[in-house]
């Protein structure tokens, strides 16, 4: 934010770098793994380097302020001053978060033992990834930067990245010492003891920490070349949900760290507990194609049911606000509670996919680490590009609402076209499917308008002066008629930075400015106050 100045360009340019980091580490990561009989001991090294790195960051960033100070005098040149700095920024972080990337397939390949269990192993890990990112964002949101500030927390985590590299190396020699004396017993086991003799016959040596024999890489089917390309774009559409939701939850939280912090935090709550039970179960289940199918069309569903139980959040915040008019930690857990509580469903639907993907594709223990950093990049990429789309296209273009509801409608599109490749489904459930699928996109094309814009723009104001008193008892139909009745919405759009309606108020006559669901700005009453540049 410090060198992009908006906090909406930095977000979606850093995003980009770190994601894109993301997927190229795990696809060459990925490409190691056939590479490497040591995925322990290259886990350690990476997370060292990350540690290391970030260490430096503080001073290559400072390092960088001559360039961008050349750069900005190309701001009047269209999109090159933008590209520039995103390249910038692309210098400094590229190596970090290719080494976080290229984590998640050398892991996997480590810990998978068995064919059998590849979608537990391996859903296992990405949910407990999960939960690490969850706590440690947590962690640096609320603890660490407001009691340390930046450079300390930096050091910190570096600190924590280092010590987990020695930790990694350590216990990477230990786990291949056990390994090699299992073999010699088990190989010393095999030979009968009036066996043959062999010496004059070449010995073929196999894996050995220096074998760098990999074995040919059968092609992928089609199948498996679909439900990649199937879990990319699961991937864009769930990050146009985060973009999308984190703007939505602006208008009834009212703080831009605390509206991200809530999404974040329920998005990562989910896809921890959604993978964790997709993990568990997914291995008894004979078609996983099908499994990801039913859950990409559940969470449409699920997106459809939060986009309607938003529209309530408003009134809820107002009637409850005279319980924590006089403590602002319990409102924002009220807040938070009742904000994460409408989209929890959608996001275990996001988590379970993950684990569905991988046992759908992966059909070779030797191929794991491979398979498992293909389908993580391509899922990262299409992350990519829906953060941008949503962010910069998208959003000005449809408006958060609609593109919600696109959103669930692209949900719903995926999953039938999985349906059309899962070996269970008879052609009547497919049909079927596709039918109830094209009436859902029907519906979002003619009612694309969902919520009450003028009860989400007026229901912070109407929170704040804590107009709901009379209790929770209040029926909502009453309280939102209350709220409309001298208030005409006569201006609504969605913009890359903010949300902005102008009411027209009847009783006394006047308009009001509101943006993201703060009144700013009247022409009657704030005039005084109020100065044109």
């Known amino acids: 934010v410090f060198l992009f100045v908006s906090t909406t360009f930095a977000t979606a340019s850093i995003l980009a770098v770190f994601m894109g980091g993301l997927a190229a580490g795990s696809f060459i990561g990925g490409r190691l793994c056939m590479k490497t009989a040591r995925p322990l001991l290259w886990y350690g090294i990476l997370e060292g380097i990350v540690g290391v790195w970030a260490l430096a960051v503080p001073h290559l960033l400072d390092a960088a302020i001559p360039l961008y100070k050349t750069i900005w005098g190309l701001r009047s040149v269209g999109f090159v001053f933008p590209l520039l700095r995103l390249l910038v920024a692309a210098g400094v972080l590229f190596i970090p978060t290719a080494c976080m990337g290229a984590t998640l397939p050398l892991l996997a390949k480590y810990v998978s033992n068995n064919p059998l269990t590849i979608g537990l192993r391996v859903g296992s890990l990405y949910a407990i990834n999960t939960l690490g990112a969850l ?203 009742l904000a994460a509580s409408t989209f929890v469903p959608l996001t275990l639907g996001l988590g379970a996919t993950f684990p569905a993907v991988v046992k759908s594709c992966v059909r070779e223990l030797d191929q794991v680490g491979e398979s498992v950093g293909t389908i993580y990049s391509a899922n990262t990429l299409g992350a990519i590009g829906g953060a941008l789309l949503s962010g910069f296209i998208l959003v000005p273009l449809l408006g958060v609402e609609k593109m919600l509801v696109f959103a669930a409608a692209f949900n719903m ?30 519906l979002a094309i003619i009612y694309p308008n969902v919520w009450d814009r003028t009860l989400l723009l007026l229901g912070q104001p109407l929170r704040r002066a804590n107009q709901a008193n009379s209790g929770i008892g209040l029926l909502f139909e009453r309280t939102r008629k209350q709220i409309l009745g001298d208030m005409h919405l006569v201006y609504y759009a969605d913009g890359v930075s903010a949300t902005v309606g102008v009411f027209e108020h009847s009783n006394p006559p006047q308009h009001l400015l509101n943006t993201n669901g703060n009144i700013d700005g009247t022409d009657q009453a704030d005039m005084v106050t109020q100065t044109l540049l």
């Open 135 to 337: 706590c440690g964002a947590a962690l640096a949101g609320f603890a660490l930067l407001p009691a340390f500030g930046l450079g300390i927390a930096t050091g910190i985590a570096a600190a924590i990245n280092i010590a987990l590299c020695l930790i990694v190396v350590l216990l990477s020699q230990r786990s291949e010492s056990a390994k090699s004396t299992d073999k010699i017993v088990s190989t010393a086991a095999s030979v009968p003891e009036s066996s043959p003799d062999t010496s004059s016959v070449p010995s073929t040596p196999s894996g050995s920490a220096d074998d760098t024999s990999v074995k040919k890489r059968s092609p992928l089917s089609k199948s498996t070349r679909l439900m990649i390309i199937l879990f990319g774009l699961s991937g864009a559409i769930s990050m146009v949900y985060e973009v999308g939701w984190t703007r939505a939850l602006l208008l009834v939280i009212g703080s831009s760290t605390y509206a991200f912090t809530c999404m974040l935090t329920t998005f990562l709550i989910g896809i921890f507990l959604g993978s964790a039970w997709c993990a568990r179960v997914i291995d008894k289940r004979k078609d996983p194609i099908l499994v990801f199918a039913l859950i990409e069309i559940a969470v449409a569903a699920f997106a459809i049911l939060a986009m309607q139980l938003y529209g309530y959040l408003p009134i809820a915040l107002i009637l409850l606000a005279p319980t924590f008019a006089n403590n602002p930690n319990l409102a924002i857990f009220v807040k938070f509670l």
């Open 413 to 442: 599109l995926i999953g039938v076209v999985a349906l059309f490749f899962a070996t269970s489904v008879s052609q009547r459930a497919r049909t079927t499917a596709l039918a109830f699928a094209c009436a859902l996109t029907m």
